[in-house]
Protein backbone atom coordinates (compact mmCIF):
# COMPACT_ATOMS: atom_id res chain seq x y z
CA UNK A 1 0.00 0.00 0.00
CA UNK A 2 1.36 3.54 -1.41
CA UNK A 3 -0.29 6.26 0.26
CA UNK A 4 -2.85 5.68 2.80
CA UNK A 5 -6.12 6.90 1.85
CA UNK A 6 -6.50 8.12 6.46
CA UNK A 7 -3.96 9.00 8.25
CA UNK A 8 -4.82 9.43 11.86
CA UNK A 9 -1.73 10.66 14.50
CA UNK A 10 -2.41 11.81 17.83
CA UNK A 11 -6.15 11.49 17.74
CA UNK A 12 -7.65 13.21 21.23
CA UNK A 13 -11.44 14.12 22.14
CA UNK A 14 -12.05 15.66 25.39
CA UNK A 15 -15.20 16.77 26.88
CA UNK A 16 -15.45 19.63 29.59
CA UNK A 17 -17.83 18.67 32.30
CA UNK A 18 -18.54 19.85 35.78
CA UNK A 19 -16.56 17.07 36.79
CA UNK A 20 -13.90 18.06 34.77
CA UNK A 21 -12.48 17.36 31.72
CA UNK A 22 -13.26 13.76 30.26
CA UNK A 23 -10.70 12.56 27.73
CA UNK A 24 -12.42 10.45 25.84
CA UNK A 25 -10.13 9.33 23.05
CA UNK A 26 -6.32 9.86 24.17
CA UNK A 27 -3.82 9.39 21.03
CA UNK A 28 -5.01 7.17 18.96
CA UNK A 29 -2.68 6.89 15.44
CA UNK A 30 -3.77 4.76 12.78
CA UNK A 31 -3.56 4.50 8.90
CA UNK A 32 -6.42 3.28 6.73
CA UNK A 33 -5.99 1.93 2.94
CA UNK A 34 -8.35 0.46 1.24
CA UNK A 35 -9.19 -2.46 3.73
CA UNK A 36 -11.20 -3.27 6.70
CA UNK A 37 -10.30 -2.10 10.00
CA UNK A 38 -12.11 -2.97 13.34
CA UNK A 39 -11.67 -0.88 16.35
CA UNK A 40 -13.07 -3.04 18.82
CA UNK A 41 -13.87 -2.37 22.53
CA UNK A 42 -15.82 -1.99 25.50
CA UNK A 43 -18.33 0.39 26.41
CA UNK A 44 -16.70 3.85 27.02
CA UNK A 45 -13.43 3.28 25.26
CA UNK A 46 -13.86 5.69 22.97
CA UNK A 47 -14.18 3.45 19.86
CA UNK A 48 -17.62 5.17 18.95
CA UNK A 49 -15.85 9.10 19.40
CA UNK A 50 -13.14 7.96 17.52
CA UNK A 51 -15.32 7.01 14.40
CA UNK A 52 -17.18 10.41 14.82
CA UNK A 53 -14.64 12.83 15.21
CA UNK A 54 -12.82 11.76 11.97
CA UNK A 55 -16.15 13.54 10.37
CA UNK A 56 -16.10 16.23 12.96
CA UNK A 57 -19.22 14.88 14.45
CA UNK A 58 -18.34 15.03 17.88
CA UNK A 59 -21.06 16.50 19.79
CA UNK A 60 -20.57 19.77 21.43
CA UNK A 61 -19.39 20.50 24.10
CA UNK A 62 -16.66 18.02 23.00
CA UNK A 63 -12.93 19.14 21.24
CA UNK A 64 -11.00 17.05 18.63
CA UNK A 65 -7.19 17.76 18.20
CA UNK A 66 -4.86 15.97 16.27
CA UNK A 67 -1.54 15.63 15.20
CA UNK A 68 -2.57 14.71 11.81
CA UNK A 69 -5.85 13.52 10.64
CA UNK A 70 -5.34 13.60 6.70
CA UNK A 71 -8.15 11.67 4.33
CA UNK A 72 -6.54 11.45 0.71
CA UNK A 73 -4.89 14.60 0.90
CA UNK A 74 -7.37 16.56 2.70
CA UNK A 75 -6.81 18.04 6.22
CA UNK A 76 -10.16 17.04 8.08
CA UNK A 77 -9.62 19.01 11.24
CA UNK A 78 -8.87 21.91 9.56
CA UNK A 79 -11.44 21.80 6.25
CA UNK A 80 -13.65 24.47 5.94
CA UNK A 81 -17.33 23.25 6.87
CA UNK A 82 -18.63 23.75 3.35
CA UNK A 83 -15.79 20.98 2.21
CA UNK A 84 -16.55 18.61 4.91
CA UNK A 85 -20.19 18.83 4.36
CA UNK A 86 -19.05 17.36 0.63
CA UNK A 87 -17.24 14.68 1.99
CA UNK A 88 -19.69 13.83 4.05
CA UNK A 89 -22.26 11.49 2.73
CA UNK A 90 -20.27 12.10 -0.49
CA UNK A 91 -16.46 10.02 -0.43
CA UNK A 92 -16.94 9.03 3.35
CA UNK A 93 -20.28 8.04 4.76
CA UNK A 94 -21.48 6.49 8.06
CA UNK A 95 -23.66 3.76 9.13
CA UNK A 96 -24.65 4.22 12.50
CA UNK A 97 -26.24 1.31 14.80
CA UNK A 98 -30.01 1.06 14.77
CA UNK A 99 -32.07 1.84 11.34
CA UNK A 100 -34.89 2.91 13.87
CA UNK A 101 -33.13 6.10 15.25
CA UNK A 102 -30.85 6.90 10.98
CA UNK A 103 -33.93 6.80 9.30
CA UNK A 104 -36.57 9.70 8.92
CA UNK A 105 -39.81 8.17 9.81
CA UNK A 106 -42.08 10.79 7.98
CA UNK A 107 -40.85 10.36 4.82
CA UNK A 108 -40.38 7.31 2.80
CA UNK A 109 -37.05 4.82 2.06
CA UNK A 110 -36.99 6.43 -1.87
CA UNK A 111 -37.15 9.65 -1.17
CA UNK A 112 -34.73 9.18 1.48
CA UNK A 113 -31.40 7.31 -0.26
CA UNK A 114 -32.90 9.80 -3.15
CA UNK A 115 -31.77 12.55 -1.07
CA UNK A 116 -28.49 11.77 -0.19
CA UNK A 117 -27.75 10.83 -3.84
CA UNK A 118 -28.83 14.29 -5.06
CA UNK A 119 -27.26 16.00 -2.32
CA UNK A 120 -23.85 14.77 -4.09
CA UNK A 121 -24.13 14.38 -7.64
CA UNK A 122 -26.14 16.90 -10.16
CA UNK A 123 -29.03 13.87 -11.60
CA UNK A 124 -32.47 14.28 -12.43
CA UNK A 125 -35.01 12.89 -10.69
CA UNK A 126 -35.97 10.23 -11.99
CA UNK A 127 -32.41 9.69 -12.65
CA UNK A 128 -32.07 9.52 -9.10
CA UNK A 129 -34.84 7.34 -8.04
CA UNK A 130 -33.23 4.23 -10.85
CA UNK A 131 -29.99 4.66 -9.25
CA UNK A 132 -31.79 4.55 -5.90
CA UNK A 133 -33.20 1.27 -7.05
CA UNK A 134 -30.94 0.01 -8.41
CA UNK A 135 -28.81 0.18 -4.88
CA UNK A 136 -31.40 -1.60 -3.59
CA UNK A 137 -31.37 -4.53 -5.59
CA UNK A 138 -27.18 -4.22 -4.55
CA UNK A 139 -28.33 -4.81 -0.78
CA UNK A 140 -30.12 -7.84 -1.98
CA UNK A 141 -33.83 -6.21 -1.26
CA UNK A 142 -36.11 -8.57 -3.30
CA UNK A 143 -38.80 -6.04 -4.10
CA UNK A 144 -37.42 -2.82 -4.52
CA UNK A 145 -40.50 -0.85 -5.89
CA UNK A 146 -42.32 -1.77 -2.39
CA UNK A 147 -39.52 -1.25 -0.12
CA UNK A 148 -38.62 2.27 -2.32
CA UNK A 149 -42.37 3.65 -1.37
CA UNK A 150 -42.45 1.95 2.20
CA UNK A 151 -42.07 3.93 5.17
CA UNK A 152 -39.31 3.24 7.51
CA UNK A 153 -41.71 1.67 10.33
CA UNK A 154 -42.98 -0.79 7.39
CA UNK A 155 -39.91 -2.40 7.18
CA UNK A 156 -37.73 -5.13 9.14
CA UNK A 157 -34.49 -4.10 11.40
CA UNK A 158 -32.44 -6.30 8.82
CA UNK A 159 -34.19 -4.32 6.27
CA UNK A 160 -33.66 -1.30 7.46
CA UNK A 161 -30.23 -1.15 8.28
CA UNK A 162 -29.81 -2.75 4.28
CA UNK A 163 -31.15 0.74 3.36
CA UNK A 164 -28.46 2.88 5.57
CA UNK A 165 -26.08 0.83 3.93
CA UNK A 166 -27.84 1.01 0.45
CA UNK A 167 -27.87 4.61 1.09
CA UNK A 168 -24.58 5.52 2.07
CA UNK A 169 -22.85 3.41 -0.41
CA UNK A 170 -25.12 5.30 -3.14
CA UNK A 171 -22.41 8.08 -3.88
CA UNK A 172 -19.64 5.89 -3.92
CA UNK A 173 -17.54 6.71 -1.11
CA UNK A 174 -14.09 6.01 -0.65
CA UNK A 175 -14.36 5.01 2.66
CA UNK A 176 -17.19 3.77 5.00
CA UNK A 177 -17.18 4.35 8.65
CA UNK A 178 -19.56 1.41 10.19
CA UNK A 179 -20.50 1.79 13.78
CA UNK A 180 -22.04 -1.24 15.31
CA UNK A 181 -24.15 -1.47 11.86
CA UNK A 182 -25.37 -4.90 12.66
CA UNK A 183 -25.42 -5.10 16.41
CA UNK A 184 -29.27 -4.16 16.68
CA UNK A 185 -29.62 -7.08 15.08
CA UNK A 186 -30.69 -11.32 15.05
CA UNK A 187 -27.59 -12.78 14.74
CA UNK A 188 -28.23 -14.73 11.33
CA UNK A 189 -29.65 -11.49 9.84
CA UNK A 190 -26.24 -9.54 10.85
CA UNK A 191 -23.69 -12.00 9.29
CA UNK A 192 -26.30 -11.48 6.17
CA UNK A 193 -26.15 -7.66 6.24
CA UNK A 194 -22.32 -8.14 7.02
CA UNK A 195 -21.83 -10.30 3.97
CA UNK A 196 -23.81 -7.69 1.57
CA UNK A 197 -21.50 -5.03 3.36
CA UNK A 198 -18.44 -6.97 2.79
CA UNK A 199 -18.98 -8.13 -1.00
CA UNK A 200 -19.84 -4.21 -2.15
CA UNK A 201 -16.76 -2.91 -0.13
CA UNK A 202 -14.41 -5.26 -2.02
CA UNK A 203 -16.72 -4.73 -5.28
CA UNK A 204 -15.85 -1.21 -4.76
CA UNK A 205 -12.50 -1.21 -3.23
CA UNK A 206 -13.62 0.89 -0.65
CA UNK A 207 -12.07 1.91 2.90
CA UNK A 208 -13.98 0.23 5.75
CA UNK A 209 -14.28 1.11 9.25
CA UNK A 210 -16.00 -0.98 11.86
CA UNK A 211 -16.92 -0.56 14.73
CA UNK A 212 -17.75 -2.88 17.34
CA UNK A 213 -17.53 -4.41 20.89
CA UNK A 214 -17.51 -8.08 19.02
CA UNK A 215 -14.05 -9.28 19.40
CA UNK A 216 -14.94 -12.42 17.67
CA UNK A 217 -17.06 -10.67 14.98
CA UNK A 218 -14.56 -8.29 13.91
CA UNK A 219 -11.78 -10.62 13.93
CA UNK A 220 -13.39 -12.94 11.47
CA UNK A 221 -14.72 -10.09 9.18
CA UNK A 222 -12.24 -7.36 9.42
CA UNK A 223 -8.37 -7.29 8.25
CA UNK A 224 -7.10 -5.55 10.95
CA UNK A 225 -8.23 -4.79 14.26
CA UNK A 226 -7.87 -1.57 17.34
CA UNK A 227 -8.16 -2.83 20.35
CA UNK A 228 -9.12 0.33 22.52
CA UNK A 229 -9.16 0.49 26.40
CA UNK A 230 -9.80 3.91 28.08
CA UNK A 231 -9.21 6.53 24.76
CA UNK A 232 -6.48 4.37 23.70
CA UNK A 233 -5.46 2.11 21.56
CA UNK A 234 -3.95 -0.97 23.73
CA UNK A 235 -3.06 -3.58 20.53
CA UNK A 236 -3.19 -3.40 16.93
CA UNK A 237 -3.45 -6.59 15.40
CA UNK A 238 -3.96 -8.46 11.74
CA UNK A 239 -7.15 -10.32 12.41
CA UNK A 240 -6.31 -13.41 11.91
CA UNK A 241 -3.32 -13.31 14.28
CA UNK A 242 -6.18 -12.40 17.27
CA UNK A 243 -5.89 -15.69 18.92
CA UNK A 244 -1.48 -15.11 18.99
CA UNK A 245 -2.40 -11.58 20.75
CA UNK A 246 -0.06 -9.88 23.35
CA UNK A 247 -1.89 -7.85 25.34
CA UNK A 248 -3.40 -8.80 28.64
CA UNK A 249 -6.47 -6.85 28.12
CA UNK A 250 -7.24 -8.03 24.16
CA UNK A 251 -6.33 -11.92 25.66
CA UNK A 252 -8.93 -10.92 28.71
CA UNK A 253 -11.75 -10.38 26.61
CA UNK A 254 -11.16 -13.15 24.47
CA UNK A 255 -11.13 -15.46 27.45
CA UNK A 256 -14.01 -13.94 29.24
CA UNK A 257 -16.62 -15.05 26.58
CA UNK A 258 -18.66 -18.01 27.21
CA UNK A 259 -17.70 -20.93 24.62
CA UNK A 260 -20.50 -23.49 23.13
CA UNK A 261 -17.94 -25.99 22.73
CA UNK A 262 -16.47 -25.61 26.05
CA UNK A 263 -18.47 -25.71 28.97
CA UNK A 264 -15.96 -24.65 32.11
CA UNK A 265 -17.30 -23.67 35.08
CA UNK A 266 -16.24 -20.50 35.91
CA UNK A 267 -15.10 -17.89 32.97
CA UNK A 268 -11.85 -15.69 33.39
CA UNK A 269 -12.78 -12.52 34.79
CA UNK A 270 -11.20 -9.30 33.13
CA UNK A 271 -8.67 -8.11 35.57
CA UNK A 272 -7.90 -4.57 34.74
CA UNK A 273 -4.51 -2.74 35.27
CA UNK A 274 -4.17 0.91 35.69
CA UNK A 275 -0.82 0.57 34.16
CA UNK A 276 -2.25 -0.10 30.65
CA UNK A 277 -3.24 3.57 30.35
CA UNK A 278 -0.08 5.46 30.23
CA UNK B 1 -40.90 -28.28 39.75
CA UNK B 2 -42.15 -26.84 36.68
CA UNK B 3 -44.30 -28.35 34.05
CA UNK B 4 -45.55 -26.77 31.33
CA UNK B 5 -48.16 -28.30 28.88
CA UNK B 6 -49.46 -26.95 25.43
CA UNK B 7 -48.46 -23.78 26.58
CA UNK B 8 -50.37 -20.92 23.72
CA UNK B 9 -49.83 -17.15 23.74
CA UNK B 10 -52.06 -15.10 21.63
CA UNK B 11 -52.06 -11.35 21.92
CA UNK B 12 -54.48 -9.09 20.18
CA UNK B 13 -57.44 -9.94 18.46
CA UNK B 14 -58.88 -10.26 14.59
CA UNK B 15 -56.25 -8.32 12.31
CA UNK B 16 -53.77 -8.05 14.93
CA UNK B 17 -53.95 -11.47 15.92
CA UNK B 18 -50.23 -12.74 17.02
CA UNK B 19 -50.21 -15.96 18.35
CA UNK B 20 -46.25 -15.54 19.98
CA UNK B 21 -46.38 -18.81 21.43
CA UNK B 22 -47.75 -22.84 20.48
CA UNK B 23 -47.76 -25.30 22.24
CA UNK B 24 -44.91 -25.51 24.11
CA UNK B 25 -44.43 -27.98 26.19
CA UNK B 26 -41.70 -29.12 28.95
CA UNK B 27 -40.74 -30.27 32.22
CA UNK B 28 -37.80 -28.76 34.53
CA UNK B 29 -37.00 -30.65 37.68
CA UNK B 30 -36.12 -28.94 41.12
CA UNK B 31 -32.65 -27.58 40.32
CA UNK B 32 -31.92 -28.19 37.26
CA UNK B 33 -31.08 -24.78 35.00
CA UNK B 34 -32.96 -24.94 31.21
CA UNK B 35 -32.43 -22.01 28.31
CA UNK B 36 -34.70 -20.82 25.63
CA UNK B 37 -32.79 -19.88 23.07
CA UNK B 38 -34.21 -17.84 19.59
CA UNK B 39 -34.15 -14.94 17.64
CA UNK B 40 -36.44 -12.08 17.87
CA UNK B 41 -39.76 -12.92 17.86
CA UNK B 42 -39.63 -16.20 18.84
CA UNK B 43 -41.62 -16.16 22.04
CA UNK B 44 -38.88 -16.97 24.15
CA UNK B 45 -39.50 -14.44 26.52
CA UNK B 46 -43.40 -14.38 26.00
CA UNK B 47 -42.72 -18.28 27.45
CA UNK B 48 -41.22 -16.40 30.41
CA UNK B 49 -43.62 -13.53 31.00
CA UNK B 50 -46.26 -16.12 31.12
CA UNK B 51 -45.03 -18.43 34.09
CA UNK B 52 -44.26 -15.65 35.96
CA UNK B 53 -48.18 -13.85 35.44
CA UNK B 54 -47.27 -11.04 33.37
CA UNK B 55 -48.63 -12.32 30.17
CA UNK B 56 -51.96 -12.89 31.28
CA UNK B 57 -53.81 -14.12 28.14
CA UNK B 58 -52.20 -18.06 27.71
CA UNK B 59 -54.05 -21.22 27.68
CA UNK B 60 -52.90 -24.68 28.48
CA UNK B 61 -52.00 -26.41 31.73
CA UNK B 62 -48.93 -25.01 34.04
CA UNK B 63 -47.72 -26.30 37.35
CA UNK B 64 -45.10 -24.41 39.50
CA UNK B 65 -43.42 -25.80 42.79
CA UNK B 66 -47.27 -27.82 42.72
CA UNK B 67 -49.28 -25.36 42.45
CA UNK B 68 -51.46 -25.23 39.36
CA UNK B 69 -51.59 -21.59 37.64
CA UNK B 70 -54.91 -19.92 35.94
CA UNK B 71 -54.24 -17.67 33.53
CA UNK B 72 -55.55 -13.76 34.07
CA UNK B 73 -56.00 -14.75 37.60
CA UNK B 74 -53.55 -12.93 39.99
CA UNK B 75 -51.30 -15.09 41.56
CA UNK B 76 -50.57 -15.62 45.47
CA UNK B 77 -48.00 -14.08 47.43
CA UNK B 78 -46.71 -17.64 48.36
CA UNK B 79 -46.15 -18.02 44.48
CA UNK B 80 -44.02 -14.70 43.98
CA UNK B 81 -41.99 -16.18 46.84
CA UNK B 82 -41.09 -19.54 44.92
CA UNK B 83 -40.47 -17.16 41.13
CA UNK B 84 -38.68 -14.59 40.76
CA UNK B 85 -37.56 -12.75 37.72
CA UNK B 86 -34.34 -10.75 36.73
CA UNK B 87 -35.29 -8.34 33.47
CA UNK B 88 -32.43 -7.78 30.54
CA UNK B 89 -32.29 -3.83 30.89
CA UNK B 90 -30.74 -2.78 34.44
CA UNK B 91 -31.25 0.44 33.49
CA UNK B 92 -34.68 -0.19 33.00
CA UNK B 93 -35.80 -2.26 35.88
CA UNK B 94 -34.88 -0.04 38.69
CA UNK B 95 -36.86 2.31 40.33
CA UNK B 96 -34.34 5.96 39.25
CA UNK B 97 -35.45 7.85 42.71
CA UNK B 98 -35.38 4.60 44.70
CA UNK B 99 -32.18 4.14 46.81
CA UNK B 100 -30.35 0.46 46.74
CA UNK B 101 -32.24 -0.16 50.25
CA UNK B 102 -35.32 0.88 49.07
CA UNK B 103 -35.74 -1.11 46.03
CA UNK B 104 -34.60 -4.33 48.08
CA UNK B 105 -36.89 -3.58 50.90
CA UNK B 106 -40.42 -3.48 48.50
CA UNK B 107 -40.16 -7.26 48.16
CA UNK B 108 -39.78 -7.85 52.51
CA UNK B 109 -42.44 -5.50 53.00
CA UNK B 110 -45.19 -6.66 50.12
CA UNK B 111 -44.37 -10.71 51.83
CA UNK B 112 -44.36 -8.96 55.92
CA UNK B 113 -41.56 -10.77 55.95
CA UNK B 114 -39.28 -9.26 59.54
CA UNK B 115 -35.77 -8.13 60.11
CA UNK B 116 -35.69 -6.08 56.52
CA UNK B 117 -32.17 -4.95 57.79
CA UNK B 118 -30.46 -8.16 58.08
CA UNK B 119 -31.80 -9.20 55.06
CA UNK B 120 -30.75 -7.16 53.03
CA UNK B 121 -27.34 -7.18 54.26
CA UNK B 122 -27.35 -10.84 53.68
CA UNK B 123 -28.78 -10.49 49.35
CA UNK B 124 -26.04 -7.51 49.37
CA UNK B 125 -23.62 -9.83 50.24
CA UNK B 126 -24.51 -12.74 47.86
CA UNK B 127 -24.46 -10.89 44.88
CA UNK B 128 -20.77 -9.65 45.84
CA UNK B 129 -22.08 -6.06 46.67
CA UNK B 130 -20.49 -4.39 49.99
CA UNK B 131 -22.61 -2.51 52.76
CA UNK B 132 -21.25 0.37 50.79
CA UNK B 133 -23.93 -0.05 48.32
CA UNK B 134 -27.07 0.02 50.70
CA UNK B 135 -27.84 3.61 50.02
CA UNK B 136 -26.93 4.54 46.61
CA UNK B 137 -29.39 5.55 43.45
CA UNK B 138 -29.52 3.18 40.35
CA UNK B 139 -27.21 6.11 38.37
CA UNK B 140 -24.23 5.80 40.99
CA UNK B 141 -23.50 1.91 39.88
CA UNK B 142 -22.10 0.64 36.71
CA UNK B 143 -24.02 -1.85 34.59
CA UNK B 144 -23.01 -4.63 36.39
CA UNK B 145 -23.88 -3.30 39.47
CA UNK B 146 -27.32 -2.53 38.71
CA UNK B 147 -27.81 -6.26 37.44
CA UNK B 148 -26.19 -7.27 40.85
CA UNK B 149 -29.04 -5.23 43.01
CA UNK B 150 -31.75 -6.50 40.49
CA UNK B 151 -30.61 -10.47 41.13
CA UNK B 152 -30.28 -9.35 44.80
CA UNK B 153 -33.55 -8.32 45.00
CA UNK B 154 -35.08 -11.63 43.29
CA UNK B 155 -32.95 -13.88 46.05
CA UNK B 156 -33.87 -11.47 48.97
CA UNK B 157 -37.19 -13.67 49.10
CA UNK B 158 -35.19 -16.95 49.29
CA UNK B 159 -37.04 -18.22 45.74
CA UNK B 160 -36.46 -21.77 44.85
CA UNK B 161 -36.83 -20.41 40.91
CA UNK B 162 -35.26 -17.89 39.07
CA UNK B 163 -36.51 -16.47 35.44
CA UNK B 164 -33.87 -15.13 33.57
CA UNK B 165 -34.45 -13.29 31.01
CA UNK B 166 -31.59 -12.05 29.05
CA UNK B 167 -29.85 -10.98 32.26
CA UNK B 168 -26.66 -10.24 30.45
CA UNK B 169 -27.46 -9.23 26.79
CA UNK B 170 -26.80 -5.27 28.31
CA UNK B 171 -23.64 -6.16 29.61
CA UNK B 172 -20.19 -5.51 28.30
CA UNK B 173 -18.37 -8.93 27.83
CA UNK B 174 -16.13 -8.35 30.96
CA UNK B 175 -18.67 -7.78 33.01
CA UNK B 176 -21.06 -10.68 31.11
CA UNK B 177 -18.52 -13.19 32.96
CA UNK B 178 -18.78 -11.52 36.02
CA UNK B 179 -22.16 -11.95 35.89
CA UNK B 180 -22.66 -15.14 34.69
CA UNK B 181 -20.27 -16.19 37.07
CA UNK B 182 -22.40 -14.77 40.03
CA UNK B 183 -25.46 -16.97 38.77
CA UNK B 184 -23.44 -20.49 38.72
CA UNK B 185 -22.34 -20.10 42.33
CA UNK B 186 -25.38 -18.95 43.56
CA UNK B 187 -27.54 -21.89 41.80
CA UNK B 188 -25.21 -23.67 43.31
CA UNK B 189 -25.12 -22.52 47.11
CA UNK B 190 -28.71 -22.01 47.02
CA UNK B 191 -30.03 -24.68 45.11
CA UNK B 192 -32.12 -22.37 42.46
CA UNK B 193 -33.99 -23.66 39.54
CA UNK B 194 -33.06 -21.55 36.60
CA UNK B 195 -34.99 -20.58 33.62
CA UNK B 196 -33.13 -18.80 31.15
CA UNK B 197 -34.15 -16.81 28.30
CA UNK B 198 -31.07 -15.71 25.77
CA UNK B 199 -30.50 -14.93 22.00
CA UNK B 200 -27.11 -16.10 22.72
CA UNK B 201 -26.43 -19.79 22.22
CA UNK B 202 -22.87 -19.41 24.15
CA UNK B 203 -24.25 -18.15 27.58
CA UNK B 204 -27.19 -20.54 27.51
CA UNK B 205 -25.29 -23.44 26.85
CA UNK B 206 -22.81 -22.26 29.76
CA UNK B 207 -25.44 -21.88 32.07
CA UNK B 208 -28.06 -24.61 31.04
CA UNK B 209 -27.96 -28.26 30.99
CA UNK B 210 -30.97 -28.57 28.90
CA UNK B 211 -31.88 -26.28 26.19
CA UNK B 212 -35.38 -25.15 24.05
CA UNK B 213 -34.79 -23.50 20.56
CA UNK B 214 -37.78 -21.93 19.38
CA UNK B 215 -38.67 -19.96 16.20
CA UNK B 216 -41.91 -18.37 15.46
CA UNK B 217 -43.33 -19.36 19.14
CA UNK B 218 -42.77 -23.22 18.79
CA UNK B 219 -40.04 -25.10 19.92
CA UNK B 220 -38.21 -26.88 17.15
CA UNK B 221 -35.85 -28.43 19.21
CA UNK B 222 -34.65 -29.70 22.71
CA UNK B 223 -31.22 -30.46 22.79
CA UNK B 224 -28.36 -31.31 25.98
CA UNK B 225 -25.59 -28.52 26.46
CA UNK B 226 -23.14 -31.31 25.76
CA UNK B 227 -24.66 -32.23 22.26
CA UNK B 228 -24.40 -28.39 21.53
CA UNK B 229 -20.97 -28.84 22.59
CA UNK B 230 -19.87 -31.48 20.51
CA UNK B 231 -21.92 -29.55 17.39
CA UNK B 232 -24.47 -32.36 16.78
CA UNK B 233 -27.95 -30.27 17.27
CA UNK B 234 -30.33 -32.96 15.07
CA UNK B 235 -32.72 -29.48 13.75
CA UNK B 236 -31.26 -27.26 10.27
CA UNK B 237 -32.23 -24.11 12.23
CA UNK B 238 -30.16 -25.01 15.02
CA UNK B 239 -27.21 -26.24 13.18
CA UNK B 240 -27.50 -22.23 11.38
CA UNK B 241 -27.76 -20.85 14.83
CA UNK B 242 -24.64 -22.41 16.05
CA UNK B 243 -22.65 -21.88 12.65
CA UNK B 244 -24.19 -18.33 12.71
CA UNK B 245 -22.45 -18.07 16.34
CA UNK B 246 -19.33 -18.67 15.33
CA UNK B 247 -18.28 -15.50 13.69
CA UNK B 248 -18.50 -14.31 10.06
CA UNK B 249 -17.95 -16.97 7.29
CA UNK B 250 -18.66 -15.64 3.99
CA UNK B 251 -18.67 -18.90 2.28
CA UNK B 252 -21.25 -20.38 5.07
CA UNK B 253 -23.51 -17.34 4.52
CA UNK B 254 -24.35 -18.43 1.29
CA UNK B 255 -25.99 -21.77 2.71
CA UNK B 256 -28.48 -19.86 5.46
CA UNK B 257 -31.48 -20.35 4.95
CA UNK B 258 -34.53 -18.45 5.24
CA UNK B 259 -36.69 -20.08 7.78
CA UNK B 260 -39.05 -17.19 7.77
Redesign the interface.
Known amino acids: MSEPLLSVRDLSVSFDTRKGVVEAVRGVSFDLGREKLGIVG ?2 GSGKSQTGRALLRLTPPPGRVSAKTMTFDGIDLLGAPDRQLRDLRGGRISMVMQDPKYSLNPVMTVGRQIREAYRAHTKVSKSGAKTKSLEMLEAVRIRDPERVYRAYPHEVS ?1 GMGQRIMIAMMLITDPDLLIADEPTSAL ?7 V ?2 IL ?1 DLVSQRGMGLIFIS ?1 D ?3 V ?3 CDRILVMYGGQVMEELVAAELHNAQHPYTR ?2 LE ?8 D ?6 TRDPGWLL | MIDIQNLNVVFGSGADRVHAVKNVSCRIAGGESFGLVGESGSGKSTVLRALCGLATGWDGEVTIDGEALEAGARRSDAFYKTVQMVFQDPYGSLHPRHTVNRILSEPIAIQGLDNPGSRIDEALQQVGLGEGFRFRFPHQLSGGQRQRVAIARALILKPKILLLDEPTSALDVSVQAEVLNLLMRLREELSLTFVLVSHDLAVVSHICDRIAVMRNGEVVEEVTADDLARGQPADRYTRQLLLASKGYDRAAIDQFEDFG
Open positions: ESGDVTVQLQLADHLNLASFGLCLPQVDSRKDLPVL
